[in-house]
Structure formats: C-alpha cells, structure tokens
C-alpha cells in the first residue's frame, strides 16, 4: 500500500505563499487520484484538489482554484500543492490523501483509504 507523507507547512504572513509536498512511501501513486483536504479546528476536513496522477487531471474546489494550484513529479513520485495570495482563513491541518474514487467523488474524503499525518499551515494577519 501507498503512505502519503506531507511536508513544507508553516507560519507565513497573509499574502504569502506556501508549496506543500505529498512523497509517497512505500509504492508510488501510481494508478490513485491524490487529494489535499485541509481541516479548521472545529471544521469538517475540506476538499482542496486532487491529480489522477497517471494522467495528470486535476480538479479543485471552486473556492480555492484562483489560488492554488496542485501537480505532480512523477520522478520524485510527489504531489505538490501550490498555495498563493494566502489568507488567514486558509490556517489549517493540510493533509493529503491517496485512493480511487469514482468519476466525481474526488471531493470526498472517504473516498480515500491513504492519508499522511497532515502538517500545519497558519496564516497570520
């Protein structure tokens, strides 16, 4: 089995940017949509975006797809999530998430059987 392992959250000021990195361990995510959901204390885990990793569509939550942007390197067998013009409602536990859900339920997250340990990002004000 996949074990997404998340990297690269942090404190940054609002307007910043932040780039956060899904490694897979163990296999590669090689056949599985990897997702990034994110979740506020006292929030339900969110939807973020997601790659179908062997062909590279991505989908995004509409609130989010202005400013973020998610993709792949099939070589170092990551996921990258790219994070712009950050705001302090985005603070949240970043997790990303592998698995194959069906033709549009990619935002779902029991959809996904693989998920990392999440790393923090805090946007101050």
């Known amino acids: 089995q996949v074990q997404p392992v998340e990297s690269g959250g942090g404190l940054v000021q609002a307007g910043g940017s932040l780039r956060l990195s899904c490694a897979a361990s163990?296999?590669?995510?090689?056949?599985?949509?990897v997702g990034w959901f994110r979740q506020a204390p006292g929030k339900e885990r969110e939807f973020v975006a997601a790659?179908?990793?062997?062909?590279?569509?991505?989908y995004y939550a509409d609130s989010m797809k202005d400013r973020f942007s998610i993709s792949s390197d099939n070589a170092k067998n990551t996921v990258y999530l790219q994070m712009n013009s950050l705001k302090p409602d985005d603070t949240a536990v970043y997790y990303c998430a592998a698995g194959r859900p069906p033709y549009g339920r990619t935002r779902f997250p029991y959809e996904y059987d693989y998920w990392g340990q999440g790393t923090q990002v805090t946007i101050s004000s």
């Open positions: 790659i179908n990793y062997n062909v590279g569509l991505t």
């Open positions: 163990g296999r590669t995510f090689s056949r599985y949509v």
